[in-house]
């Protein structure tokens, strides 16, 4: 029997968040969610969804011609058989990325595809989910992303980038919680602090004011 995953969506929009932002992007949104984030803007896709094969997803990515892939939820990984599909969609030459809390275990995540991984931050509610042995599978085309919804969160994120080495691994991103932080004080503080991280917002919010293209 084909494998199969449980989808809440796929759908065709400008990458939102990461080093590809504003990119063309098709975006395969996985159902499911061991984690429950404060700020949690896809809390729709905890439950629900379709089961669809494998193959009926990529048939439904090659339609739009795109590019770039990536693989979302939720929490794609908490589906096992999410990693099969990751290896499909590069074997077929796209360049796929994954969004992952870091809660679960990345070290069987194809090493062709980009890691994109929170490290949850104490304002998440979710900081002691954290599996931090995964950061010792980043590579440098891997992303890790910091949530920051307070000053608090800000401190904590700078302490993990010194802890572990972050920024000899892989790249780090900044995110303000929208409505929660100033986006202009994260700015500001990054440059005052000369942190080696990309300052990034979520494109999709200001364009559609939803949760599109994350």
């Not at 494998?3 to 809440?8: D, E, G, Q, R």
């Not at 429950?36 to 094969?53: P, W």
Request: charged letters at 25%.
């Amino acid at each position: 029997m084909e494998k199969s995953l449980k989808i809440t969506e796929i759908f065709y929009s400008l990458q939102g968040e990461s080093n590809t932002v504003g990119l063309p992007t098709v975006f395969i949104r996985l159902t499911g969610c061991p984690l429950r984030c404060s700020y949690c803007d896809t809390a729709y896709a905890f439950s629900g969804g379709e089961r669809q094969t494998i193959s009926s997803i990529i048939e439904q990515v090659d339609t739009f011609k795109a590019k770039y892939i990536t693989v979302t939820g939720g929490e794609p990984l908490a589906q096992t058989d999410c990693h099969d599909l990751i290896s499909q969609l590069l074997d077929k030459g796209y360049c796929v990325s994954i969004e992952t809390s870091g809660a679960i275990d990345v070290s069987l995540v194809d090493s062709r595809a980009v890691k994109v991984m929170d490290l949850k931050t104490p304002a998440s509610a979710e900081m002691d989910k954290n599996n931090y042995q995964n950061i010792e599978f980043l590579s440098e085309k891997d992303q890790v992303k910091f949530v920051i919804a307070d000053n608090e969160d800000y401190e904590w994120s700078k302490a993990m980038i010194r802890q572990y080495d972050l920024d000899t691994r892989c790249e780090i991103l900044f995110s303000p919680v929208v409505g929660q932080y100033n986006p202009t004080v994260l700015a500001e503080n990054i440059i005052r602090d000369n942190l080696p991280v990309r300052f990034q917002i979520q494109l999709h919010k200001y364009l559609w004011d939803d949760a599109q293209g994350k």
